[in-house]
C-alpha cells in the first residue's frame, strides 16, 4: 500500500533529500597507513575523505627539518612529494572520490600534488571534486599554521579560485573557515562577521585583479564554501547557520550584484565542536557531538553539504578506527533510520527562531561594519583587532567555566564518577604514533631527494620563484614541480624567499580581566615570592614546534600577567633552542611549554637537554596540553615540575602551583 493510501491522501508523496556527504577527518602516521584507513572508512559507507596533514606538511617543512622535529605524523599525514600524494591515494579513483583537504597556507602546493597524482591515475581534472580549506585570515587569528604575510598569502589563495575556476570546475578552491573562531572562543557574532569578512576580503580581491572575466564573476562566487563549528549552544546555533544562509545572500545580491540565486547559496561543511569535548568523563561526549550535529542538519534552508564529526576520545588523543567508526555511524543512523530528510524545513514560520536569526543578524552587520571601516578584514588582522577581541572572548567563556556560570557536565558540575570503561585498556582508549615514524619518514625524504633528477628540480623552483616575483599565478609551476619531485619543504623554501615569513600578532597585549576577587591570595603569593627574589617573577610561555593552536597558551599568559607576574610570551613557532635561549636572556624563574599535537615528549626532552647544557637547568619547567597519564609520568622523570591536561580548567588554580613551585625552587636555590 502506499504512503499517500495509508493517510487517505490523494497528494503525491515528497521525494525524499539526498542525505548530505558523511566524513571523518582523518590521516595520520605515513601515506600508507592513512590509505589503508580511508578504504576501511570508504568500504564502512563513508561518502567523502577530509585529510589530515599534518604540521610540517601545513607549514611548508619537510620532516628533516629543525622545526619538524617531533611533529611528523602526529596530528595528520605527512605529505612531502608526489610518492607521498600516489601513496596517500592509493586505489581510491580521484575522478569518483570528493576530497576535503585542510591545508590552508600551503593549499596550492598540496593541490597541485592531488592534481599530479590524478593526472597519473588519468582522471579528467574537469571531474575532480572536493575542497581547499584555503581561509588563511582565519590563521593569523586562530590556527597558526600561517607561512607568509597576509597579502602575498592572499594572492596565493585568489591563484588557486582563478586556476580552478577554469581547470577544475567542480572544486571549491576556498573554504572560508570559522571552524577555528569558535575554538578560538568566537561568540556565534564574531564567527558571523569575521567568516564573512574574511569571504569579502577573498572576492573584493579577486574582483579587483581581473582575472575572472567580470561577466563569469557570479559563477565564481558560486564555488566559494564555507566550513564552520557548531556548539552545545542548540538553539543559538541553528539559528547562527540560518542568519549565516541569509547574510551570505545579502551579501552576494547587494554587495556583487548577483542575480541568480544559485550562486548566492550559503554552501557548507561542518565539523561539530572539538573544544567542547571533555577529558573528564568523556563517554559524555558521545551526547555532545549528537546534539551538536542537529543543530547543522535539522533546518533544511541551512542543512550542511558536508558533515564531519570528531570522536568521543579526542580531548584525550588520536582516535583509533573504531571511534570513527562510531561517529560515522551517529550520521548515518540519523541520515536513514530516521525521517530528517522526508520534510520541508520544520522552523520556517516560528518567531523565537526568526527573532534570534534577526538579532544575529543585525549585531553581525554592526561588527561588519566596524571591519570594513578599518580597511576589511586583513587590516583587522593586521591591527590585531580581530585577535584582540578573540583572546577577550575566550577569557570570558573560560571566566564562566572557572566560576560554573557555564555549567560542562563531568568538570565542573556532577564530577564524580564512575571509572569510564572506554578509556582503560593496554592503548589507553587512544591511538599513538610510535617516534620511529618520523625516523623512518626522514629515510624516505632523503632517498626520494637521491633518486630525483637534480637538474629537473632546480628548474622546477627557479620557475617557482620566478611567477612568485612576477606575479604569474603559481598553479601551474607548483604542478610542474610536483612531477618532477620538488618536495613541500622545498616548495615553501622557495615561496619565503620570495614573500618572506610571518609572525601575527598575539592578541595578548593587555591584561583581559580586572576582577581581582578570586585572584587576591595568588597576587599576594605573587608579591611574597617576588620579595624573596629580589625581583618581579617572571614567566616564559613558549610554543615549541609547529602547534599553532595558541588558544591556552595565550590565556596563561593573561592569567599570569593578571595575577602580577612579568610575562614574557613570544608566540607560536619557537624551536627548542630559541625558547631555552629566550630564558637565558630574559632570566625567568619559570617556563611553561603549551604542545597540543601529541609531540610532547620530544620537544620538552630537547628543551630539557638544552636547559641543562646552558646551566640553567634549575628553572623550572611546566607542560600543558593534551598528554596521557603514562606521558605526564615520563614528563616527570625528565624533571618537569607539573603537567596540566585538561581537565585542569581552573586558571588561577594553576597560576597558584606555578608560584608555589617558583617559591620552592628559589627557597632551594638560597
Not at 599530479?116 to 581561509?135: I, P, V, Y
Not at 596563561?556 to 636572556?585: F, S
Amino acid at each position: 500500500m502506499s504512503q499517500a493510501a495509508e493517510t487517505g491522501s490523494s497528494k503525491a508523496p515528497r521525494r525524499r533529500d539526498q542525505p548530505w556527504i558523511f566524513r571523518t577527518y582523518a590521516g595520520h602516521s605515513t601515506a600508507a597507513d592513512s590509505n589503508r584507513l580511508y578504504r576501511t572508512n570508504l568500504a564502512k559507507g563513508q561518502t567523502g575523505l577530509s585529510i589530515a596533514f599534518d604540521l610540517p606538511t601545513q607549514t611548508g617543512y619537510d620532516p628533516d627539518h629543525m622545526l619538524a622535529r617531533g611533529e611528523v605524523g602526529k596530528v595528520g599525514v605527512p605529505v612531502a612529494h608526489l610518492g607521498d600524494m600516489r601513496t596517500l591515494f592509493n586505489e581510491i579513483p580521484l575522478e569518483k572520490m570528493n576530497t576535503s583537504m585542510t591545508i590552508n597556507a600551503t593549499a596550492p602546493w598540496l593541490l597541485a600534488l592531488y592534481v599530479a597524482a590524478a593526472d597519473e591515475q588519468g582522471a579528467d581534472r574537469k571531474l575532480l571534486a572536493g575542497t581547499t580549506q584555503n581561509d588563511i585570515i582565519k590563521e593569523y587569528l586562530s590556527r597558526g599554521t600561517y607561512v607568509f604575510p597576509p597579502a602575498p598569502s592572499l594572492r596565493l589563495t585568489g591563484d588557486v579560485i582563478a586556476w580552478t575556476y577554469s581547470e577544475m570546475p567542480k572544486w571549491n578552491p576556498m573554504n572560508v573557515c570559522s571552524y577555528h573562531l569558535q575554538e578560538a572562543g568566537a561568540t556565534p557574532v564574531q564567527e558571523l562577521s569575521f567568516a564573512l569578512a574574511t569571504a569579502v576580503a577573498i572576492l573584493d580581491g579577486m574582483k579587483a585583479s581581473g582575472a575572472i572575466p567580470e561577466a563569469e564573476f557570479p559563477q565564481a562566487v558560486g564555488r566559494i564554501s564555507f566550513f564552520v563549528n557548531a556548539g552545545m549552544r542548540f538553539i543559538t546555533e541553528l539559528c547562527k547557520m540560518r542568519a549565516f544562509t541569509e547574510l551570505w545572500d545579502e551579501i552576494c545580491r547587494d554587495r556583487y550584484g548577483i542575480t541568480d540565486e544559485r550562486y548566492r547559496r550559503f554552501r557548507y561543511g561542518v565539523q561539530v565542536n572539538s573544544l567542547g569535548l571533555t577529558e573528564p568523563q568523556p563517554e559524555n561526549n558521545v551526547y555532545r557531538i549528537l546534539i551538536e550535529m542537529l543543530a547543522v542538519v535539522l533546518s533544511k534552508n541551512a542543512r550542511a553539504r558536508a558533515v564531519q564529526l570528531p570522536a568521543w576520545n579526542e580531548a584525550l588523543g588520536l582516535p583509533r578506527p573504531f571511534d570513527q567508526q562510531w561517529s560515522l555511524r551517529m550520521q548515518q543512523i540519523l541520515a536513514y533510520e530516521t525521517d530528517l530528510l522526508d520534510f520541508d524545513d520544520i522552523f520556517d514560520g516560528s518567531s523565537v527562531i526568526t527573532a534570534k536569526v534577526e538579532e544575529l543578524k543585525a549585531e553581525a552587520r554592526e561588527e561588519l561594519a566596524r571591519i570594513d571601516a578599518m580597511g576589511g578584514a586583513v587590516a583587522a588582522v593586521e591591527s590585531s583587532y580581530m585577535k584582540q577581541k578573540l583572546v577577550e572572548a575566550n577569557t570570558r567563556r573560560l571566566a564562566g567555566i572557572e566560576t560554573g556560570e557555564q555549567i560542562v557536565v563531568g568538570v565542573n558540575r556532577w564530577t564524580e564518577s564512575e571509572p569510564s570503561p572506554l578509556a582503560t585498556g593496554e592503548d589507553g582508549g587512544i591511538l599513538t604514533v610510535p617516534e620511529h615514524v618520523e625516523d623512518e619518514a626522514i629515510e624516505r625524504i632523503k632517498a626520494w631527494r637521491a633518486a630525483r633528477d637534480g637538474a629537473a628540480v632546480e628548474a622546477a623552483i627557479a620557475g617557482l620563484k620566478a611567477a612568485a616575483r612576477e606575479g604569474r599565478n603559481i598553479m601551474e609551476p607548483s604542478i610542474t614541480a610536483a612531477k618532477v619531485g620538488v618536495t613541500t619543504g622545498e616548495w615553501g623554501a622557495a615561496l619565503r624567499e620570495v614573500f618572506g615569513e610571518y609572525r601575527a600578532p598575539t592578541g595578548v597585549g593587555r591584561a583581559a580581566r580586572d576582577d581581582a576577587g578570586d585572584l587576591t591570595a595568588v597576587r599576594e603569593s605573587v608579591e611574597a615570592v617576588s620579595r624573596k627574589l629580589g625581583r618581579r617573577v617572571k614567566f616564559l610561555v613558549g610554543k615549541p614546534g609547529l602547534d599553532g593552536h595558541s588558544n591556552g597558551a595565550e590565556q596563561i599568559a593573561v592569567r599570569a600577567r593578571d595575577c602580577g607576574m612579568e610575562v614574557v610570551y613570544e608566540g607560536i613557532r619557537l624551536t627548542p633552542a630559541q625558547i631555552v635561549n629566550a630564558a637565558l636572556e630574559e632570566g625567568v624563574h619559570v617556563i611553561g611549554l603549551s604542545i597540543l599535537s601529541g609531540s610532547h615528549l620530544a620537544l620538552v626532552r630537547d628543551v630539557m637537554e638544552r636547559l641543562r647544557a646552558a646551566g640553567i637547568g634549575d628553572v623550572p619547567v611546566v607542560v600543558g596540553g593534551i598528554i596521557p597519564d603514562e606521558d605526564a609520568r615520563a614528563l616527570k622523570a625528565m624533571g618537569v615540575a607539573a603537567v596540566y591536561t585538561p581537565k585542569d580548567f581552573q586558571l588561577t588554580d594553576i597560576m597558584a602551583d606555578v608560584v608555589r613551585i617558583v617559591g620552592e625552587r628559589g627557597a632551594e636555590a638560597a
